[in-house]
């Protein structure tokens, strides 16, 4: 049975909502479900017994009527693939499997960033629990840089392991795979990055997104990559009657780690990946980890977690470490079993996301006038390539995300050293695929080295190369970022007013969760209201409530906007009624609960 159709994302000729062809930021607003397609919204509203809003939510994001209840209710039961589907799974699993009962001396290497610490401790995690170990490799993200090296594979190899498995990096570290199979050892590539047609000469590469992989599960997190290969691993073991004296390992326990990847690593939410994180979140809020559950006490959480929580609480506490030199302690939190060790981690991490975040402040203000300037002199350019001595490496990726979301083109953001090297970190808009413009910029030697994903890569480069790069990568996505600007849409659910924001509203919307890429959060219009109070607040939030035409309320901010467009009309528009479109959130202060709206744009009538 198919899923049905999504709404359409090109059907301009339709009414815009509310009439709101242009808003300050230049989007047309759009319903995401169309006239056309309201009886969906019916049907999945009436088969699936659900209220009519969540059913033109859920229309909306192309689940039928028959699959509500699964949808509602994501289970690994349900969703979760055949591990023996992803190509070279199954001789990978085997060679693992045969490590554990020999007793082979082992080593994992892993990335510095969520996924890759999530990656390296469930590997951890399984062989703990056959009384075994592996020593951990995790890079220094300003020293190193991103994935193996031949020197440290060679090492690893040298230090007396005999299979090697490489989490979450690997699928184009072809120099080094090769230096550890010079050295001895066998590897096991576990990687979901986008991969060339040439394939390092490891014993398995086990990666949904190789040119050869028909599982059609290129969505998966490395987590879920990992996760897949120890079921894998697990029935092997059990075939081999490994489990007549031991107790099977229960790998339910691990979706908490693999549900904190899949949010942080901003894979689509579909398929498995929606069973990952909500059944995650069951796995977490038990607080059995010691490290998630340190990082929750640090961070004085009350509530149960959520999506958000696993995004922008916990990740950038994660990533922390490898963000200022500190790689190996993301891993090393979530591989603890000691809660004193786990304590004394996250309050490391946390006093280090406190010097991140002053660091972030300071490029993103610099970064965000480079990018002014270039827009100014060339407004139709099709990326944004900027750079300065003195950034932080390890920050490079959030600063092309502020960047990128602000300017609404591809960014570039690099680090250049003394000798005119530079490290960067690159964002994409939809659209545009930005992991295969690296991969072919690489092939043609503009670039050093680099790989991603479409929405996200890593590179270096010489400073020698920076114009060809620049003119490459703007002759590249001329057109698709044409056509990007042409599709300009802000694609909303329907039309709310202040007094039908409730916190029934919010629980009837997280049934449908969890939300992010492939699975966008639920945004709503607001017709004409009021601005009653402003006042800016923190980093530039602008902070308003806001009074509907039948005299009911609703506190709203837009977050870093005081000195963007949106934030530019909402403080000249003190007891003026706007068109408002956003997503609702539930605010939690003092010990009470409203809902507020994020205001994401908005429109005069």
Sequence with gaps: MTALPRASETADEAEPLLGVARSVLGKRWVERLGPEREYLALAVAQQGGVPEILGRVLAARGTEPAMVADFLNPTLRALLPDPSSLQDMDKAASRFADAILAREPMAVFGDYDVDGAASLALVERFLRHHGQSASAYIPDRLTEGYGPSPGAMRGLAEEGASLILTVDCGISSHAAVEAANAAGAEVLVLDHHQAGEELPDAYAVVNPNREDDLSGQGHL???????LFLVATLRQLRARGAYKDLAEPDLLSFLDLVGLATVCDVVPLKGVNRAFVTQGLKIMQQRKTPGLRALADVARLEAAPSSYTLGFVFGPRINAGGRTGFSGLGAKLLCTDDDVEARGLADRLEALNTERKAIEDRMLEEAAQLAEMAVAETPDTACLVLGAADWHKGLLGLVASRITERFERPTLVIAWSADGEGTGSARSIPGIDLGRAIR???????????????????????????????AALNQSFAESYAAAMERRRLSLDGT?????????????LDRAGPYGPGQPKPRFAFAAHRITRLRVVGSGHVRVSLAAPDGSRLEACAFRAAETPLGELLLASQGKPLHFAGSLRLNRWQGRETVELSIE????L
Aim: proline content about 2%; aromatic content about 4%.
């Design 496 to 508: 709310l007013s202040a007094s039908g924001a409730t916190p029934e509203l919010l629980d009837l």
């Design 601 to 604: 744009d908005a429109a005069a």
């Design 221 to 227: 997190a490395a987590a879920g990559v990992v996760f």
């Design 440 to 470: 072919d910029l690489v092939d043609s030697e503009v670039l050093t080295k680099g790989g991603g994903h479409a929405m996200a890569a890593g590179f270096s480069l010489s400073q020698e190369k920076l114009e060809a790069l620049h």
